[in-house]
């Protein structure tokens, strides 16, 4: 595993992120800002993560956050310590976070730049209390408006607009995944030094992919007619080869898609009856690791079209999921994109 810059030394992010990388790309300093911030709070996120039971951040707030679903202490703790790192960036004009219903503005007196971030601080979260591992998972957009306040119109971007994208995985290793549109790269987290050192210059997802595929069939009930062919399909139930042999769903998408992206494979949420739109949410989840996955070589598709064409109508708004190796989301669209109304139906 290629560990060194390019010169064969130990390379770190900030090394990285200055030139020092095999590629020799140098980020512009308000971005090397941003992503300095990122990896300085999910290294705090890990060390709370890893600590969790021994901590009064574990366990639910009591309530619900605008997604309806259950907050996690350590869901707002994470957005906390994600929102004061990046306060000091200089590099932002507002921030959209999974846990904050509105738009995030920059306490007054905060620097302003152009760019916003938008982050899931801490995806997985249901798994914290089994050991299950969670991430964070950020997008970088820059603005769109002139001037003055950020507007709803520098938010509501599409993901082909991105400036870059990562996740911080906090599994068995903590490991930070990005690119900047030129290709993926890995770090890995030496806690001895508290640094994201290169460990991954080249993530790509091959041709040769895993017959694994990932997608909670739980659902199985509420999916559309063509939803339920199409996976009947992938398993060889209609007879014809299996595509896929292999099932794995750990119910954190970071943890999942990590894992398509290193095996190849397809990882799904589908539409259904419950979540006529899906219910990964395209901002700060799909959109983010629907650019790592093309960037490494892979497909992402909402089953009619490429997840990053997708015009967002709101901060919170969501879409189906079908991501991996391009010949299985190639056969998931020949599925989903055909469905007429009925079809579509749950
Ligand atoms: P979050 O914890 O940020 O709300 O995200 C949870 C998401 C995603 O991580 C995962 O792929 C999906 O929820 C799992 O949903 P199911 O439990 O319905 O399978
Ligand atoms: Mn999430
Ligand atoms: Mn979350």
Not at 171 to 196: N, P, Y
Request: charge should be negative; hydrophobic fraction near 35%.
């Amino acid at each position: 595993m290629d560990h060194t810059d390019s010169r064969g030394k130990i390379c770190t992010l900030q090394a990285y992120l200055t030139g020092g990388g095999p590629s020799g790309q140098i980020i512009d300093r308000r971005i090397r800002k941003i992503i300095n911030g990122v990896a300085f709070a999910s290294k705090i996120i890990s060390r709370e993560v890893s600590r969790i039971s021994l901590s009064d951040l574990s366990g639910p707030t009591g309530g619900t956050n605008v997604q309806g679903e259950t907050v996690q202490k350590l869901d707002i703790y994470s957005e906390k310590i994600v929102c004061e790192a990046m306060e000091r960036t200089g590099s932002l004009c507002c921030m959209v976070s999974e846990e904050s219903e509105n738009i995030l503005s920059l306490p007054s007196g905060a620097k302003q730049g152009e760019y916003i971030l938008l982050f899931d601080p801490l995806d997985g979260s249901s798994n914290i209390d089994v050991n299950i591992s969670t991430g964070t998972i950020f997008s970088i957009q820059r603005r769109v408006t002139r001037q003055g306040d950020a507007t709803i119109e520098d938010c509501l971007q599409k993901g082909s607009s991105q400036i870059a994208a990562g996740y911080v995985l906090y599994g068995a290793s903590t490991m930070l995944v990005l690119t900047f549109g030129h290709g993926v790269i890995g770090f890995t987290l030496d806690t001895s030094i508290g640094e994201f050192i290169l460990s991954h210059p080249n993530i790509t997802m091959g041709e040769h992919s895993s017959r694994m595929y990932s997608v909670n069939e739980g659902n199985y009930l509420f999916w559309s007619e063509n939803q339920k062919r199409f996976l009947k399909t992938l398993k060889g139930l209609e007879g014809g080869e299996p595509y896929c042999t292999t099932s794995r769903y750990v119910g954190s998408l970071v943890a999942d898609f990590h894992r398509t992206l290193f095996r190849g494979g397809l990882f799904a949420y589908p539409a259904d009856a419950k979540n006529t739109n899906g219910k990964l949410r395209l901002l700060y989840e799909a959109a983010p690791v629907a650019m790592l996955c093309e960037q490494a070589g892979g497909k992402a598709s909402t089953g009619e079209g490429p997840i990053l064409d997708v015009a967002p109508t709101d901060i919170h708004c969501r879409t189906p999921v079908y991501l991996g190796s391009r010949a299985l989301v190639d056969l998931a669209d020949s599925f989903l994109s055909s469905q007429d109304s009925e079809e579509r139906s749950y």
